[in-house]
Structures are given as structure tokens and as C-alpha cells.
């Protein structure tokens, strides 16, 4: 666990600071964040090969072509690697304020266009949304962890309302995404890392016209925990 751990964090540096001159390149020649977004894809995957993380996604059937907004469980760190590697589809990340401070990491994800939300303030969270909203009309989808950190146990934590309140706004669809085995990869505090095997179940799309927000949180949680059972 030892010698994968410092393999892992020493390469993963040089492929994150090797791959950064491609996002500003990425940058000048496509506006729209897609090539950013497709590189940051080869990074997780580079990543999860050096972490001995294998991945299983199913239900690719399920993703629309068109907008949508993807909402996933969160067990662990590596949700965020297994999504950004597998999910085959254009999508930004509805993420918190801090993430996007991280040097090189956090300016690949400005440069791809992803959305940054403070929920410190109801302000500030607000023109979060109204962002993400923009970014769904102009075709790219959203993906929002619901529960806002890393549950400590398989349990769903309470869900926010705000990727809610943006499909129940905005009427584009919610696709219910559950996600399991990442929880002991690199627990909470650690930076230690152990390969897993993950399973991404990417459930049936829940059309979002004329249902409001706490009703919509009600069935996409009963979604993803259905999800999570079938996984196991």
C-alpha cells in the first residue's frame, strides 16, 4: 500500500503538471470547455491506473443526448475520478468554492467551464445556479453531489436542495447516478491508497416538468438507493 501510494502521488504530480500546457492549449482553440473536459477524462483515467482502481459502468443506455443533470451519490474522493474518466457524456462540475483554489487542478477546472458554488452564502450559492442554468441551455449537462461531502458510511447522506431546485427551475431532466466501492480507496484524512473495484449504475432519466424540488429529491434519492442495492 506503501510503494502504491508514493508511485501514485509522485506520477500523478508529473501527469497532472504534463497534461496542464494541453488545457491552456485546449483553451485558445475550443471556447467551449469540451476539449478541456476530455482531457481532464485521460488525466482521472491515468490516475485510476495508477492507483489499481478498475471501474464498471453500466446503464449507458440511460444518458440522453441532449442536457441533463447528473446527480450522484458520494462515498469517497475517487467518485470524482470514476465520473471524470467514464461518464461518457460532456458535463461540468457543479463543485465547491475551494476545489477550484488548487493550483494547476483547480485552474484546469475554471478553464473547462465548470461551476463553482459557495454554500456558505445563499447569495453567492444562488449565482451558482443561475450558471449552471446557462451552461444546461447552452447544451453542456451538470453533474451536483447532492449530499455536498463524503458520506463516512454506504448511507446516504441528507440530500441539499439546490441541483433540486435547478432541475425543477430550469425542467431539464435529473439522471440518478450510484456509485459503490470507493468509500475505502482513500479514507477521509488519509492519503493512503488501496485498489478497490468500483461499479457506476447510471439509472433511468426522471423528467422534471412540473415537479417541484422537494418531490424531486424524494425520487431521485429512492433512484440511487435502488441503484446502490442493484450494485451490490
Known amino acids: 500500500m506503501i510503494i502504491r501510494t508514493f508511485i501514485t502521488w509522485s506520477l500523478g504530480l508529473i501527469i497532472t503538471i504534463s497534461l496542464f500546457p494541453f488545457v491552456l492549449i485546449a483553451a485558445i482553440f475550443d471556447r467551449s470547455g469540451n476539449s478541456a473536459h476530455s482531457i481532464g477524462g485521460i488525466w482521472a483515467k491515468a490516475i485510476l491506473l495508477l492507483s489499481g482502481v478498475g471501474v464498471r459502468i453500466s446503464g449507458t443506455e440511460n444518458i440522453l443526448n441532449a442536457s441533463q443533470i447528473f446527480i450522484s451519490n458520494h462515498q469517497g474522493a475517487f467518485d470524482i475520478l470514476a465520473l471524470q474518466a467514464y461518464l461518457p457524456a460532456q458535463f461540468r462540475w457543479l463543485a465547491k468554492k475551494s476545489l477550484f483554489k488548487i493550483p494547476v487542478i483547480g485552474w484546469s477546472m475554471s478553464i473547462a467551464g465548470y461551476v463553482s458554488i459557495d454554500r456558505k452564502h445563499a447569495g453567492a450559492a444562488y449565482h451558482g445556479l443561475e450558471k449552471a442554468a446557462e451552461k444546461l441551455k447552452r447544451g453542456a449537462s451538470i453533474l451536483i453531489f447532492p449530499e455536498g461531502t463524503r458520506s463516512r458510511t454506504d448511507e446516504l447522506l441528507p440530500f441539499k436542495r439546490g441541483g433540486f ?3 425543477s427551475n430550469t425542467s431539464f431532466p435529473i439522471v ?3 456509485i459503490q466501492g470507493t468509500s475505502n ?6 492519503i493512503f491508497i488501496r485498489p478497490a473495484s468500483v461499479s457506476v449504475k447510471i439509472g433511468k432519466p426522471i423528467y422534471t416538468e412540473g415537479i417541484n424540488d422537494k418531490a424531486l ?11 446502490l442495492c442493484k450494485s451490490l
Open 176 to 178: 440518478p447516478i450510484s
Open 185 to 190: 480507496i482513500m479514507k477521509r484524512g488519509s
Open 217 to 227: 429529491m424524494e425520487i431521485t434519492r429512492k433512484a440511487i438507493e435502488d441503484g
Open 165 to 167: 431546485l435547478l432541475a
